[in-house]
C-alpha cells in the first residue's frame, strides 16, 4: 500500500509537469465549487445501500488481488536476502 502512495505522489509530479495533463486536471474555482456541490447532492440524495454497492463490489476484486502476491512478495524477499 505504501508502494501506490508513492508512486502517486511521484505520478502526480508527472502530471504537473506535463503540459497536457495539467490543463486537463487544474480546475477553475467556479467548476471546482459546482463539481463539491453536485458531490454533496448525490451523497446526501442518494441512498446508502446504492452509494456503498460500488464499494462492496470493487472490494470482493482489490482484496484477493493484494492478498495473492503476499507468498511471491515473501519468496522473493527472502532470495534477495
Do not use: H, N
Amino acid at each position: 500500500m505504501l508502494r501506490w502512495l508513492l508512486f502517486v505522489v511521484v505520478a502526480g509530479q508527472w502530471v504537473a509537469d506535463s503540459p497536457y495533463l495539467a490543463k486537463v486536471f487544474t480546475l477553475g474555482g467556479v467548476t471546482l465549487a459546482f463539481a463539491i456541490i453536485a458531490y454533496g447532492f448525490a451523497a446526501s440524495a442518494l441512498p446508502v445501500w446504492l452509494l456503498l454497492a460500488p464499494r462492496d463490489y470493487l472490494s470482493a476484486f482489490i482484496k484477493p488481488a493484494r492478498f495473492f502476491p503476499w507468498p511471491l512478495e515473501f519468496c522473493w524477499c527472502a532470495l534477495k536476502f
